[in-house]
């Protein structure tokens, strides 16, 4: 490989996005599984080891091959990594007396150069069960937190490093500048640019697309988009087709606006198609978020196999291409030691038979939003468009809660008492709701109840009693605060499905947070603002929608958006008149341990 930094995949939710990271330090970054051969790395500059869903205890943990501790270079364990290093190098490693997620406070001890020019505290993002307990011989404490003592250690003269926390998040701050302050040590080239790597993927596209043309699904975000300006330049726009699918979950006046917009970016190879009875059809009677992510991508290839029919096009003439970014890869447990957090509709099982048959071109699939976001800008595309609000491939059906209405009984009471005890030391009142949603808590998929709060409080309070509750209540991912009514009705979990009838509403409410967050400016302030309908009801017809703003550059992370007060009110106010809604609730949960999407 090219002088840079080998980065050891343990199957952790954010190992790509460490390179993702030292790109932006314009070092070049290459992945490699944990038991590669020292001698495959040589001539690296440094080493990096990411975090991972397992124990280093556990009796089926990824293969790892200690002799690249030996190596004469830089090493940096990250998480997993960093309690993994302390075990080979005669530390121990044991269960914590308290699970972190979400943010924390690093005190910095010491004058290590991993730190240098950083102040003597930092907020850090945490994701972790066990922690070091006790160093190897000649390591020191660099770095802890209030329920880390060992959150960062290391040894000057071995130049071996370890951090319980996540530098490569954007939610720790201070991240970039450690890992600045890493490559430093490593002595590592700075020649990186993303001009230069568009030119590396599309000669890459040209190879792996041979001499057939490229059909391309296009959502109308920046991700398909970009890939449609990608494979339009590198092969030319005959040799392409783009289709929008209208799958009946869009948004209000979602496809119109996707249609009119590239045609006006003179995209004029693009097809519209509405298949939004099929998707409809192929969804009835579904509860299951992984059920629907599956049909719903299923269906998508089906339609689009229709579509070649009808045009008469030879499929073994064309090749299949998606705007797939890294985090649908390793969310949908796509990489050898990765966890399944969510399936996403373009890496259900027939997606990965196409992949194994070099059926599939997916130039993007190494990328982070942010970075396709700078590619986009660098390929000239408008700045509307390369900031565009994303939008799942599920669309509503994933904000759409469905549930067959039976009640989950005496499961959520214990929860419901540790988790009040904790609401009320804040002056709240909490309730458990009875539906579920998904979370990733470290790097693994939980699927489990959130809780309601209701009460007078700032969002900095709410911040901390949400983060405590789900670092140490199991069974609750999700904190949400009830903005309207003032107390929330008495609701009960209710049988409902994908209908026409539930899509509109949500719909609906989804164009009025979506329109007052425009009218508010705030566009930009926030990465994205789903609107999520869940099936609780007191009446057995109206819902709760809950609203669900946050703030990220990559979507690996992501902190809740405190969204100006009277702006909240005011949404949540337009949508409890919508006739159908019981409650606007307030999604004041981070990633992790909640998923930003619902499921």
Known sequence: MPTGIAILDFGGQYAHLIANRIRRLRVYAEIFPPHVDPSALRGVSGVILSGGPASVYDPDQ??????????????LGLCYGHQLLCMHLGGEVVAGDVREYGAATLKIVGGSDLFAGLGDAQEVW??????????????????????????????????????????????????????????????????????NYADVL??????????????????????????????????????????????????????????TFLEKEGFDNLM?????????MNTEGLTDPEAKREAIGRTFLAVKDKVMATLHLNAGDWVLAQGTLYPDTIESGGTEHAALIKTHHNRIGLIDELIAQGKVVEPLAQLYKDEV??????????????????????????????????????????????????????????????????????????????????????????????????????????VVYLIAPDAPPKTRLKRAFLTRQRLDLLRQADAIAMRALDRA???????????????????????????????????????????????????????????????????????????????
């Not at 939610?171 to 700075?190: E, K, M, S, V």
């Not at 190879?207 to 300006?229: K, P, T």
């Not at 519209?272 to 409809?280: G, Q, Y």
């Open 62 to 75: 990824p293969a790892f091959n200690a002799e690249l501790l030996a190596m004469p270079v830089p090493i």
């Open 126 to 195: 945490m994701s972790h069960g066990d922690v070091v307990a006790t160093l190897p011989d000649g390591f020191e404490i660099l770095g802890a937190t209030e329920d880390c003592p060992l959150a960062a250690i290391g040894s000057a003269q071995r130049q071996i490093y370890g951090l319980q926390f996540h530098p490569e998040v954007a939610h720790t701050p201070c991240g970039l500048g450690i890992f600045d302050n890493f490559l430093t040590l490593c002595n590592a080239p700075r020649t990186w640019t993303m001009g």
């Open 202 to 259: 599309m000669e890459d596209m040209r190879a792996q697309v041979g001499e057939r043309n490229v059909f391309l699904l296009v959502s109308g975000g920046v991700d398909s988009s970009v890939a449609f300006v990608l494979f339009n330049k590198a092969l030319g726009a005959d040799r392409v087709l783009g289709l929008h699918i209208d799958n009946g979950f869009m948004r209000e006046g979602e496809t119109t606006a996707v249609k």
């Open 272 to 280: 519209v198609k509405d298949a939004s009875d099929d998707f409809l």
């Open 373 to 478: 976001r700078e590619l986009g800008r660098e390929l000239g595309l408008p700045d509307p468009l390369v900031w565009r609000h994303p939008f799942p491939g599920p669309g509503l059906a994933v904000r759409c809660l469905c549930s067959d209405g039976r009640d989950p009984g005496d499961e959520i009471a214990s929860a419901e008492q540790a988790a009040s005890a904790i609401a009320s030391e804040a002056g709240l009142q909490l309730r458990i709701l009875p539906v579920k949603s998904v979370g990733v808590q470290g790097d693994f998929r939980t699927y489990s109840h959130p809780a309601l709060v209701w009460g007078r409080a700032d969002w900095r309070v709410l911040e901390d009693v949400s983060t405590r509750i789900t670092n140490g209540v199991p069974g609750i991912n999700r």
């Open 521 to 599: 400016g705030l566009m930009a302030a926030v990465s994205q603002m789903p609107t999520v309908l869940a099936p609780l009801t007191a009446d057995g017809q109206n819902e709760i929608a809950i609203l669900r703003p946050i703030s990220t550059p990559d979507f690996m992370t992501a902190r809740f958006a405190p969204l100006p007060r009277a702006l909240v009110r005011e949404i949540a106010a337009e949508i409890w008149k919508l006739p159908g809604i019981a409650a606007a609730c307030y999604d004041i949960t981070h990633k992790p341990p909640g998923t930003v999407e619902w499921e």
